[in-house]
């Protein structure tokens, strides 16, 4: 049977060099103990060293038939592989250089959806209301396109990292890494006026730092904030499918219309690579391209 110890050590080591996040150790650890139990029970190998790159394609075209991996879920399978492998090979686990010799899939360039200046205001404007669950709705939806947040930042914004006098806060975002986000007027406003009249009749004597807290003084979920803009979104009556980091998309393309640096945009968003923050000038080139045929009289 293949040694599982190298794939607890892969993750450790994963945790310390890469600072990888609890949610990321699970979805590689699924990945290889899914390649660890077919080594075992299909191919027949006991020892990483017998490793080849025929396996790997066996294995990785097995999998994309089997499970109808597209293109995108094929290279995470990949890319978590190729981690292991590289892993192994500083171990002297295994002799090739295998991981260099996987190949990733190709992709199509994937353009996010985003909504206009004016289905943000409609959203932004929806009438929550004066009580406590309300204004915290109304600062979440607000804080939201501000700051162009992730679900999972939002939920673990905490007091201590927050700075309305100076309209600006401090997450932690992927790989645990830390960023300051910027918050305009409008946000702040409602983030006050959440934090004076709201949060303290929210608060019980398990209530943590966390600035979003439920009824209950507990901290929010993902999935009560999915709730949040599903209702924003049915409140304003848009007619599309509103999810939160629709409001992240919005942030950034909006942004890079009115003339923002692409690498601000970057350090905004908390990207590692400016390659993941260039989608958005595709995004831009194509509202300008559909505007273009739309209102030119030879554009068709």
Known sequence: MIDRCRIEECLAWQALEKGHAANSQLANRLVMERFAGWLDQTAGVSDWRQLT????????????????????????EIVVLRNLLRFLKKEHAIQPDLAELLELPRLFRYLPET???????ALLEVEWGNEPLGLRNRAIMETFYAAGLRVGELVTLRLEHLD???GAARV?????KERLVL?????CAALDEYLRAARPLLVTPRTGGE????????????ARIWQVVKDAARRADLGKNI???LLRHSFATHLLSRGADLRIIQ????HANISTTEIYTHVEQGRLRAIHQQFHPRAR
């Open 53 to 76: 790159l025929p396996l790997l394609q066996a294995y990785l075209a097995e999998q994309k038939e089997r499970r109808k991996l597209e293109p995108a879920s094929l290279k995470l």
């Open 115 to 121: 909504l206009t200046v004016s289905e943000v205001d």
């Open 267 to 270: 350090e905004l968003l908390g």
């Open 183 to 187: 918050i305009g007027g409008k946000a």
């Open 172 to 176: 932690i975002g992927k790989g645990n």
């Open 211 to 222: 600035v979003f807290i439920s009824r209950r003084g507990r901290r929010l979920t993902t």
């Open 243 to 245: 999810h939160p980091h």
């Open 164 to 166: 309305l006098r100076e």
